[in-house]
């Protein structure tokens, strides 16, 4: 057997560890969060694999590359190209589809050139986002923006009273003059009391000149309807990069384009057929339906192209990923969708003796997918490759050839190995992670009483069947079901659109601001910088980052960014400040013997240690509560992780009370020991008179609600109902829920 063999690692918390990791082997790395897992996979190994590649390019195009420090480690032998599949969003524009991301489309594309009937050409004439193929209209977009006349106009209201609501059109603008002083219109009749001849003038009537005085002299100008000048206005030009583009951004939507009705090709590429069906029809239909289409397409010529595409698409399905489309945009896709996305792209390499990287892979997977997930995984070890996977799920650990649990807590008390060996071994040894394997939670017993409901009434978002559903206050709802089954359309579009007061807190980005960091997210900073000033008699500005108090060079970033078109962005510290963020004079103020970088530099944990004042502590306890007990007070928001994210904002919220919050799968990056801290959170949240709505695909959590609502029974059309509602008790005794059916066994 041979080994990636490590000695004295040190990034970030990691404590000069020594390891060897069996190459063509799965080994799976566990630990609380924050306990060095990533300091070790992706910091330590992966970053200096991809150095160690990059260095064998030339000059030329090492130039060009994201410039990898060496990782803080005596040695790292043996390694082999690493690839990381992380649950960084795929993004792009709406040009980048499942289907062209995973070169599927690019096999359909190929097939349609060959056996498609009539013919259209080569392959480009079926490609959307090539003027040989594209519909002129939308050019391959399949939409278009247009004005939404719900949100532009009020027709309880007169054009007197301003029934227009786009800027601009305001009572006694220019704009506004152009419709009311034409004499076309009673200018006190509410819009809703208008003929239909009325709105066919005011949205699309041509015509008559109309004059009116202004304050430069007369006008005289053609009318134009609404929607005719908005198009001109704004649709046509670039409403991109228009200064008042957030504004005008809602009161517009997307509409399908009436060309090719979504279909983004032109009439050339839509009339050639297989089978009867367009590419675009294909695109369109769902993974798990699509295979069975592509099957029984059995043209000699067509053979290798079939089954290479059967190969992909059957690899999708066994992913949990049979509900989405080909056409389904990438920018839409949640990060777990993403990263199973971007596996299947490796499935179809022929590379071996790779290094493949995962990071929680079984996110936004229910159970009953995990198990697939794991077949891919072993699928990916056996073509001679090396798995190494951060996950805490107990399925995926069981899996393992090999286990590394690193710990034992987070921070400064984690860093160490804590265990190495086959997966029996973890389960009896000590430490947080053998004891949660060891003990399985039962079900919870004493359900909370809601105070009330909040109906959602004929949802039919995506694949929702008409779903009528009540939501319980004052308790824990736990919302459940299979990917794809309708989670987040139901919680995320339908309930906080119907219920817009409620908070969601989800994994998105917390900041746009590079110089954004937990201290600053929580308002602590503000407390910081006025503790310094009082104790140095100075002004509390001084120690902004944005102030003349920060270094000049790094603008108080501590770092230098350099931003590449086509990569990641490559980072370096500040070689004025030496990463200190601060002017020598500023650094030079202290606060019990503290420089304000020096605080910055502090965990929270250890912060709550150094603060006295009220006002600081309670930010930094609810942070400790919510489990970033670990992070420091001046990591860039730019480093911290999804779940990080949202549980950063969960901290942000602790304070308040009688809210309605939503959160979708904040187990994310959790170790079991974490999971157990989340749920005692969330029942605070929920003691303090606050109501708590969550996705989520983790049983310890399930068994904690009060209340499930569960829905499928399946993914995409398939899905789309409620399969059950109640405690998590009467759950265990349904039927027909896959669900219901993991818990049974999970208790078993
Ligand atoms: P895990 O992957 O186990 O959750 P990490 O390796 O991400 O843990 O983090 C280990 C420790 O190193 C934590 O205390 C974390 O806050 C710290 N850390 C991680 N990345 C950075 C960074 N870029 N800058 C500063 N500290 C970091
Ligand atoms: P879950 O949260 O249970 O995984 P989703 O609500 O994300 O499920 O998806 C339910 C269905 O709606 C799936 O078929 C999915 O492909 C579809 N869907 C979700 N979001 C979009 C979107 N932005 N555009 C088109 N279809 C979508
Ligand atoms: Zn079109
Ligand atoms: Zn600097």
Redesign the pocket.
């Known amino acids: 057997m041979s080994y990636i063999e490590i000695t004295g690692a040190r990034e970030n918390n990691l404590k000069n560890v020594s390891l060897k990791i069996p190459k063509r082997q799965i080994t799976v790395f566990t630990g609380v969060s924050g306990s060095g897992k990533s300091s070790l996979v992706f910091d330590t190994i992966a970053a200096e694999s991809q150095r160690q590649l990059n260095e064998t390019f030339t000059a030329f195009v090492r130039n060009r590359l994201p410039r990898y420090g060496r990782p803080d480690a005596d040695a790292l032998e043996n390694l082999s190209p690493a690839v990381v599949v992380g649950q960084r969003r795929l993004g792009g524009n709406s040009r980048s589809t499942v289907g062209t991301i995973t070169d599927v489309y690019a096999l359909l594309r190929l097939l349609y050139s060959r056996v498609g009937r009539p013919h259209a050409g080569f392959s480009n004439a079926f490609s959307f986002n090539d003027p040989a193929g594209m519909c002129p209209e939308c050019e391959g977009v399949g939409k278009k923006i247009a004005l939404d006349l719900d949100r532009a106009l009020d027709r309880s209201r007169a054009l007197n009273e301003g029934a227009i609501l786009l800027p601009n059109f305001g009572v006694g603008t220019w704009y506004w003059k152009t419709y009311a002083l034409s004499g076309l219109f009673d200018n006190d009749k509410p819009l809703r009391d208008y003929t239909g001849a009325e709105w066919e003038l005011l949205l699309r009537g041509r015509g008559p000149d109309v004059r009116f005085e202004t304050k430069g002299g007369p006008v005289h100008q053609k009318f134009e309807g609404l929607l005719d000048k908005f198009d001109r206005l704004y649709i046509k030009r670039d409403i991109d990069t228009m200064s008042n583009r957030e504004a005008l951004f809602r009161f517009v939507s997307d509409e399908v384009c009436p060309l090719c009705a979504g279909a983004r090709l032109n009439q050339a590429a839509l009339s050639s057929k297989i089978g009867g069906r367009s590419i675009a029809e294909l695109a369109a239909m769902e993974i798990r339906l699509l295979v069975d289409v592509v099957a029984e397409i059995t043209e000699p010529v067509a053979a290798t192209m079939v089954e290479a595409l059967l190969d992909r698409l059957r690899h999708l399905i066994s992913i949990g990923l049979g509900?989405?489309?080909l056409n389904?945009?990438t920018s839409?896709l949640?990060g777990g969708e993403s990263q199973r996305v971007k596996l299947v792209r490796h499935l179809g390499s022929s590379l071996a003796d790779m290094t493949y990287v995962f990071d929680e892979p079984t996110v936004?997977l229910h159970p009953r997918d995990v198990s697939r997930m794991n077949d891919l995984l072993r699928e990916l070890r056996d073509k001679g490759n090396t798995v190494l996977v951060v996950e805490h799920d107990r399925d995926v650990i069981a899996i393992a050839d090999h286990v590394v649990d690193v710990g034992p807590g987070a921070g400064g008390d984690g860093g160490e190995i804590v265990y190495e060996g086959d997966v029996s071994g973890l389960y009896r040894a000590a430490g947080l992670t053998g004891g949660h394997l060891r003990r399985d939670p039962p079900v919870k017993r004493d359900f909370r009483e809601p105070t009330g409901w909040l109906t959602v009434a004929g949802a039919t978002a995506?694949?929702l069947k008409d779903v009528t559903v009540s939501f319980p206050t004052g308790v824990l709802t736990v919302v459940t079901?299979?990917?794809?089954?309708?989670?987040?359309?139901?919680v995320g579009e339908v309930f906080l659109a119907r219920y817009p007061q409620s908070v969601a807190v989800d994994q998105s980005g917390v900041s746009t601001s590079i110089r954004s960091s937990p201290a600053t997210y929580t308002g602590l900073m503000d407390d910081v910088r006025r503790l310094f000033a009082k104790a140095c008699g100075v002004s509390p500005s001084l120690f902004s980052f944005n102030s003349a108090g920060a270094c000049p060079r790094c603008q108080g970033l501590g770092l230098i960014y350099t931003d590449l078109a086509f990569m990641e962005g490559v980072t370096s510290v500040c070689e004025a400040c030496e990463g200190r963020r601060f002017r020598e004079e500023v650094l030079a103020h202290r606060l019990r013997g503290r420089s304000v970088h020096e605080v910055l530099e502090m965990t929270v944990g250890e912060a709550a240690g150094f603060f006295t004042e009220p006002r600081p502590l309670r930010t930094l306890r609810a942070l400790e509560e919510v489990g970033l007990g670990y992070l420091t007070l001046g990591q860039p928001l730019s480093t911290l992780s999804g779940g990080e994210c949202q549980r950063i904002k969960l901290a942000a919220e602790l304070r308040k009370k009688g809210g309605v919050y939503v959160m979708d799968e904040p187990t994310t990056g959790l170790h079991m020991a974490d999971v157990e801290h989340l749920i005692a959170v969330m029942d605070k949240l929920v003691d303090g008179g606050n109501t708590v709505i969550v996705?989520e695909h983790d049983l310890d959590v399930v068994k904690s609600a009060d209340w499930v609502i569960d829905?499928g029974p399946d993914?995409?059309?398939l899905?789309?109902s409620v399969v059950f509602e109640g405690t998590p008790e009467r759950l265990l005794r349904a039927r027909d829920s896959l669900t219901a059916e993991h818990l049974r066994r999970d208790l078993a």
């Open positions: 509900y989405l489309t389904r945009e839409t949640s936004g995506h694949n079901g299979v990917a794809g089954s309708g989670k987040s359309t139901l996705i829905l993914g995409g059309d899905g789309g």
